[in-house]
């Protein structure tokens, strides 16, 4: 696939130009955005709310991609929480990684390849689950129905004027809306916002430093198993220079009567850097890597998807910050959310997730998990 297809403009799709007045809209296009939007059609009905995807939504996409996210003792200890009963695998050992022709584990005498970005976050031992397996409202019926209503159209601005939101798209269509659930990364928000002197210095600061790395997904599915490997393993891009590393995940699945293995790496990159010639070299260097160590893997039966996001997790979110600053958001004529892997959390409702001895914080899968469950019982 090439790098100007994945990171082509979305085109402006053929809709009529409008105003739509609506008491809840949630903007966002994965499965957190979904289920708040599910939630809030079943409370209030499908007249009065809207999802505002900018895309069509394709099942596998929904997800959070890559390795395990559920990390360090923060993370485990809210999945756990929320997950008593699920059917998991709590990896505790550390990853390994690639070096002198074997796999090493990190913490140990070896030394890896330079970690960059926020490759330090994946050598710890990990929680690994389904994640289909908990959004149980996902049926292939519900989001055929779901891409029929959404609005699937890119976001020129958001403002507020009295007591709406004011949602403009690039077709010229605006939104006016009473309640927004904002499903993208708060710094985002900031990005769109078109009046940032109606923003406070403080809340402007707490949504800006939640912008992370970016980063290349591939994920390639197999029709029969291809190693028994569950640990996830760190694969040098090079081993003369610094590039940073593939880290991946295999995992073994069973459907149609098909048994067979998928694995999933990401590498961090700089999208403002990196170029469809540079995309393509990544994408040949992963397979001659995976190859070599994994006896010509690529000879079986294959299908691959790649993807490049903006929007990763956020390792170092201060709750803090946002505390008090939202309220700018909110009176009693509307309401504004974040929610997913880096929304905010309330900072006595994180209380029962620390870790003492631990500075790790709640992140990514188990941070946007929370926020949902918080922002449904409170819908």
């Known amino acids: 696939m090439a790098f100007k297809d994945l990171h082509k403009l979305k085109k402006i799709a053929e809709i009529e130009k409008e105003e739509i007045e609506i008491n809840y809209l949630v903007l966002g296009n994965d499965i957190f955005s979904l289920e708040i939007f599910s939630q809030l059609e079943t409370k209030y009905g499908t007249d009065k709310v809207r999802l505002l995807s900018e895309d069509k939504l394709i099942r596998h996409s929904l997800f959070v991609k890559g390795p395990s996210t559920i990390r360090g003792e923060s993370n485990k200890k809210i999945f756990k929480h929320y997950f008593s009963s699920l059917e998991c695998v709590d990896k505790n050992e550390p990853s390994l990684f690639f070096k002198d022709l074997t796999w090493k584990p990190f913490f140990g005498r070896s030394k890896s390849e330079a970690l960059l970005h926020d490759e330090h976050y994946f050598t710890s031992g990990a929680i690994s689950f389904d994640q289909e397996s908990i959004f149980t409202f996902l049926t292939d019926e519900y989001l055929a129905s779901v891409n029929e209503r959404a609005y699937q159209v890119k976001v020129k601005s958001i403002d507020f004027e009295n007591e709406y939101y004011i949602v403009e798209c690039i077709n010229g269509t605006i939104f006016k809306v009473r309640n927004l659930y904002f499903g993208k990364s708060?710094?985002?928000?900031?990005?769109?916002?078109?009046?940032?002197?109606?923003?406070?210095?403080?809340?402007?600061?707490?949504?800006?430093?939640?912008?992370?790395?970016?980063?290349?997904?591939?994920?390639?599915?197999?029709?029969?198993?291809?190693?028994?490997?569950?640990?996830?393993?760190?694969?040098?891009?090079?081993?003369?220079?610094?590039?940073?590393?593939?880290?991946?995940?295999?995992?073994?699945?069973?459907?149609?009567?098909?048994?067979?293995?998928?694995?999933?790496?990401?590498?961090?990159?700089?999208?403002?850097?990196?170029?469809?010639?540079?995309?393509?070299?990544?994408?040949?260097?992963?397979?001659?890597?995976?190859?070599?160590?994994?006896?010509?893997?690529?000879?079986?039966?294959?299908?691959?998807?790649?993807?490049?996001?903006?929007?990763?997790?956020?390792?170092?979110?201060?709750?803090?910050?946002?505390?008090?600053?939202?309220?700018?958001?909110s009176n009693e004529h509307r309401k504004m959310v974040f929610i997913g892997k880096n929304a905010p959390i309330n900072v006595d409702q994180l209380a029962q997730f620390k870790v003492e001895d631990s500075d790790g914080k709640v992140s990514q899968f188990a941070r946007a998990y929370h926020v949902n469950q918080v922002t449904m019982q409170n819908l």
């Open 186 to 329: 708060p710094w985002q928000f900031v990005h769109l916002f078109k009046s940032k002197n109606k923003l406070n210095d403080q809340l402007i600061q707490a949504c800006e430093s939640t912008q992370a790395s970016a980063a290349m997904f591939l994920k390639f599915c197999f029709s029969k198993p291809v190693t028994d490997e569950q640990n996830t393993l760190f694969i040098p891009l090079s081993y003369t220079h610094d590039h940073g590393h593939f880290i991946g995940e295999f995992k073994k699945f069973s459907q149609g009567g098909v048994n067979g293995s998928i694995v999933e790496f990401l590498h961090y990159i700089d999208v403002d850097q990196t170029s469809e010639e540079d995309v393509t070299k990544i994408i040949r260097q992963l397979k001659r890597s995976v190859e070599k160590i994994f006896d010509n893997i690529f000879k079986n039966n294959y299908q691959e998807f790649i993807s490049i996001e903006r929007d990763l997790g956020c390792l170092k979110i201060d709750d803090i910050l946002f505390q008090g600053s939202l309220s700018l958001l």
